[in-house]
């Protein structure tokens, strides 16, 4: 591992003393790393020049090279853990190394040259799956088709010394073949001198959903879920011609919803705890007779105009996944949940939403989203691999990015109704979040060719 250059004096000094004289100055150094650690104001973006990303990138380099003793993952594991949450749930405006978003890049970078890294290492595959956030955060900013709106392709202009640091970064990125095809991608992009121009949106948008089938997967854990769907069905089922098909799969059924000419609702069987969200999605998907599939989160709200713009994009064929948001969803209350069910007003949502938090920063990718029914399922489907609460949405993306196929998303956010979070609202266990992760990264670093050969074997295809 290279010695880390401008990060934080107080560290750099710790360094300096203990390449000197390990044994003597050893007392001295640890006690600067102990009160640069205590003293490091959390209020302010952790950057890499004077920031905790800077610290513990340190601290990872004086572990590696034996001036320091430890298991960086235990040492730093409340830094990972920090850092995490920074990339995906704060709004990156700097992009530079020194004191932005590529500094950050740089710890995550770093800690994969740990003595003990590996893919059959927790750490190791979350640095690397915090990477590939980072990287997203990249193909957002820079406009990448199925990243960013086609209404906008640029947020802002990107300073000659953010391209810089980007470039370094990728440069990076790709000795690790974490996802080579779309750090590829991203490097394209930035040697194009001309933007492209966004796409607009066209005038009269058909409002007629008689080719669209809604599909929502259920396990009923709280009323509160009951209570939500039950919202989604008042919410929707006015949409015209739109036809609801419902599952829920459970050891014992909770759910009573009368069918129509319009819902169609049926109760699986399924003594498994962890809700195999995957399986049921495609099963849905098969059972669907429309050629458009809108896959719905229970929870999931979304403006009807944002849902006409996707599913015209996937009817005029300019994608065969479409989003109907840009990547913000934003998280509800309990009370503003309650107030929402209760009323069905847009009006505070669309109003005060600046005030909610947001799920994942800009990074949502899963929720909602609209698919062409039979390209879709010719591109895999759902990959039935992960089992639980996982990164499926995330390699969903990845997936169709690097096999070329065209994915749009459209201006504009969704929201997430409160519901308490269970079971399968998060990882069951250490085992599965590693299982989870390995398999994002299984599929990301494959090519093209060999990403067409896996699918070809993915047992749950209609052959």
């Given at each position: 591992m290279e010695a880390p250059q401008n990060i934080h004096p107080e560290i750099l000094s710790a360094i300096r003393l203990l390449s000197e004289d390990r044994n003597m100055n050893m007392d001295t150094a640890v006690s600067i790393i102990e009160d640069t650690v205590y003293n490091c104001d959390l209020s302010i973006y952790p950057d890499f020049s004077t920031?905790?990303?800077?610290?513990?990138?340190?601290?990872?380099?004086?572990?590696?090279?034996?001036?320091?003793?430890?298991?960086?993952?235990?040492?730093?594991?409340?830094?990972?853990?920090?850092?995490?949450?920074?990339?995906?749930?704060?709004?990156?405006?700097?992009?530079?190394?020194?004191?932005?978003?590529?500094?950050?890049?740089?710890?995550?970078?770093?800690?994969?040259?740990?003595?003990?890294?590996?893919?059959?290492?927790?750490?190791?595959?979350?640095?690397?799956?915090?990477?590939?956030?980072?990287?997203?955060?990249?193909?957002?900013?820079?406009?990448?088709?199925?990243?960013?709106?086609?209404e906008i392709r640029e947020q802002s202009p990107i300073s000659t010394i953010e391209?810089?640091?980007?470039?370094?970064?990728?440069?990076?990125?790709?000795?690790?073949?974490?996802?080579?095809?779309?750090?590829?991608?991203?490097?394209?992009?930035?040697?194009?001198?001309?933007?492209?121009?966004?796409?607009?949106?066209?005038?009269?948008?058909?409002?007629?959903?008689?080719?669209?089938?809604?599909?929502?997967?259920?396990?009923?854990?709280?009323?509160?879920?009951?209570?939500?769907?039950?919202?989604?069905?008042?919410?929707?089922?006015?949409?015209?011609?739109?036809?609801?098909?419902?599952?829920?799969?459970?050891?014992?059924?909770?759910?009573?919803?009368?069918?129509?000419?319009?819902?169609?609702?049926?109760?699986?069987?399924?003594?498994?705890?962890?809700?195999?969200?995957?399986?049921?999605?495609?099963?849905?998907?098969?059972?669907?007779?429309?050629?458009i599939v809108v896959v719905w989160d229970v929870d999931v709200l979304v403006p009807e105009e944002q849902l006409y713009k996707a599913v015209n994009d996937i009817r005029n064929r300019h994608a065969i996944l479409s989003y109907p948001y840009d990547g913000v969803c934003y998280s509800l209350s309990s009370d503003i949940s309650d107030n929402f069910r209760e009323t069905l007003d847009w009006g505070v949502l669309l109003s005060e939403k600046e005030k909610f938090p947001t799920m994942f920063g800009q990074l949502t990718v899963g929720g909602i989203f609209v698919v062409d029914r039979e390209k879709y399922m010719q591109a895999g489907m759902e990959n039935e691999y992960f089992i639980g609460w996982g990164p499926e949405d995330i390699e969903r993306l990845k997936r169709l990015t690097i096999l070329a196929l065209p994915v749009s998303r459209v201006t504009g956010s969704i929201y997430h109704l409160y519901h308490p979070r269970k079971l399968n609202s998060g990882y069951v266990d250490q085992s599965q979040n590693l299982s989870a992760k390995q398999e994002l990264l299984r599929v990301c670093k494959m090519s093209r060719g060999d990403l067409l050969k896996e699918i070809a074997d993915w047992s749950w295809i209609c052959k």
């Open positions: 920031g905790l990303a800077g610290i513990g990138c340190g601290i990872q380099y004086m572990i590696c090279t034996g001036l320091i003793e430890g298991r960086a993952d235990e040492v730093l594991e409340e830094c990972d853990q920090y850092l995490f949450s920074v990339v995906c749930f704060r709004m990156h405006t700097d992009l530079t190394h020194a004191t932005g978003l590529m500094g950050i890049a740089s710890y995550f970078l770093g800690r994969l040259e740990d003595l003990h890294a590996g893919d059959g290492n927790l750490s190791t595959v979350t640095s690397k799956s915090v990477l590939l956030s980072i990287l997203d955060i990249l193909l957002i900013r820079l406009g990448v088709e199925g990243y960013a709106s086609f391209k810089q640091d980007i470039k370094l970064f990728i440069r990076h990125f790709l000795q690790h073949n974490i996802c080579n095809e779309l750090a590829l991608k991203l490097w394209d992009r930035m040697e194009q001198k001309d933007i492209l121009p966004a796409r607009k949106c066209e005038n009269s948008i058909c409002t007629d959903m008689g080719d669209v089938t809604i599909v929502i997967p259920i396990r009923v854990d709280s009323s509160i879920r009951i209570a939500n769907l039950l919202t989604i069905i008042r919410l929707y089922s006015d949409l015209e011609n739109i036809h609801f098909i419902i599952w829920e799969a459970d050891n014992l059924q909770r759910l009573y919803i009368e069918e129509s000419e319009r819902i169609d609702y049926l109760f699986c069987r399924d003594n498994n705890p962890v809700f195999h969200h995957t399986h049921y999605r495609n099963e849905m998907i098969k059972q669907a007779k429309t050629p």
